[in-house]
């Protein structure tokens, strides 16, 4: 089992472009939820993907989007970036809503986005 | 609504002594915590979880955390560190369709 994949593993994009990160979740999960890291904080929940549907979204502008596709995987969007939005984005999946419910996440590694 | 403050930025120890990092949380229902681990360039993974069950809760590597309602804290602690124990601990306060909050981590040095 490969656990939960994100790629690419590092991204530079200038400020005003747009990105899409991707990940794959652990084999037999269905959710999936986006966070972002600031350097040196705690990561920050931005969104959860259940059923191909945004089922819960944390305090980010409408700038960030998502998608899941039927075979669970799932890309998160940033448009109009800005130098506040370098970070760490992580990419955890689960089964039953994972942490929104109070069950155990797997994270991957996360794309280490500097946007310049 | 739910908080969660990690009491320490960084915590310094010599290997085989004990440790000890400290989480108060606060939540208007009855939380689920957790603790996760961060190594340098690896992702999150998890130490344990308390879901309502006992109080005190094992996890992996020889950690363990006590929930105390009264206190409203989640105490990280180990009886020995080893030097793989240097890493970033985040303690987790989620449940009743919350979005899931993180502490803002603590720095765990081990030195020889």
């Known amino acids: 089992d490969a656990g939960v994949t994100q790629s690419p593993t590092h991204l530079i994009k200038t400020r005003g472009q747009q990105v899409t990160l991707r990940c794959s979740p652990k084999s037999g999960h269905d959710t999936v939820s986006w966070y972002q890291q600031a350097l040196g904080q705690g990561p920050q929940f931005i969104f959860q993907y259940y059923e191909e549907e945004e089922r819960q979204r944390g305090n980010f502008p409408d700038r960030f989007s998502g998608h899941q596709f039927p075979n669970y995987s799932s890309e998160l969007n940033v448009n109009a970036l800005l130098l506040g939005d370098s970070a760490l984005y992580l990419c955890?999946?689960?089964?039953?809503?994972?942490?929104?419910?109070?069950?155990?996440?797997?994270f991957g590694q996360g794309t280490r986005l500097t946007v310049v | 609504a739910q908080s969660v403050t990690q009491l320490d930025s960084h915590v310094s120890v010599s290997e085989g002594t004990p440790v000890l990092l400290r989480c108060n949380y606060s939540s208007s229902y009855s939380p689920s915590l957790f603790w996760y681990v961060q190594h340098p360039n690896k992702g999150l993974q998890l130490l344990l979880k308390y879901t309502s069950a006992a109080t005190l809760v094992k996890g992996i590597n020889g950690f363990e955390a006590e929930f105390k309602k009264s206190e409203t804290s989640f105490h990280l602690t180990k009886p020995s560190a080893h030097m793989s124990d240097a890493a970033e601990y985040f303690c987790v306060v989620s449940g009743g369709s919350y979005i899931p909050t993180f502490g803002r981590g603590t720095s765990l040095i081990v030195h020889p």
């Open positions: 955890a999946s689960s089964q039953d809503r994972g942490l929104l419910w109070g069950t155990e996440a797997f």
